[in-house]
């Protein structure tokens, strides 16, 4: 396996040419083997995947929340279903890219993504900490951005298949982060620790 953080991986996003991945920023291409993946999405084929409606705005992604649920109309955060055994492993994985314990990792949130869908410049909600994602069935482009308008930062990333990465640090705190429009259909998992709990 081998894994990537800021120092290694420059790449371009940006008229300025060339941009360092931001401070805190780790990636790992092969975080699952293939038929790790194969089963994984054997068993998100079965979740039952919910809208995602941010004021007043129905999203093209679908999400399915564990361990802990956000909820974008009240900005807090509730107790939600156990993850599932099949998470228990991905969850190892991720909390092995991050260093952290895995119990920290309590919330899970898994997302469909058909063509066409993408998610908008944002920092994760406050009240998550660690981020840790794992990408499967197709690539994206994983931007950053540090400052406002024309003049700020910017990297970005392709998240391969079976990729993990974590924003912690600098990574997670200062810089937001998007995915323009995939053009096949993805899944991702993403982990999160939660400040406070």
Request: with cysteine; glycine share 10%.
């Amino acid at each position: 396996m081998r894994r990537t953080s800021r120092q290694d991986t420059p790449d371009l996003f940006s008229p300025a040419g060339a941009q360092a991945l931001p401070e805190g920023f780790r990636y790992e291409r092969d975080l699952l083997t293939v038929d790790e993946a194969r089963a994984l999405l054997a068993e998100i084929g079965g979740l039952e995947f919910h809208a995602v409606e941010m004021y007043g705005v129905v999203a093209r992604r679908r999400v399915i929340q564990f361990g802990w649920k956000y909820g974008f109309d009240r900005a807090g955060l509730t107790p939600g279903p156990d993850l599932p055994p099949f998470l228990l492993m991905p969850r190892d994985r991720a909390a092995a890219l991050a260093g952290v314990a895995t119990e920290a990792l309590s919330e899970a949130l898994v997302t469909e993504y058909p063509p066409g869908a993408a998610i908008g410049w944002h920092r994760d909600a406050p009240g998550f900490g660690i981020v840790v994602g794992i990408s499967l069935l197709s690539p994206c482009r994983l931007r950053f951005r540090r400052g406002p308008g024309r003049g700020s930062e910017r990297a970005a990333i392709t998240l391969e298949p079976r990729s993990g990465y974590a924003l912690a640090g600098p990574a997670r705190s200062e810089w937001q982060h998007s995915i323009p429009d995939v053009d096949a259909l993805r899944y991702s998992i993403t982990f999160r620790t939660v400040r406070g709990r």
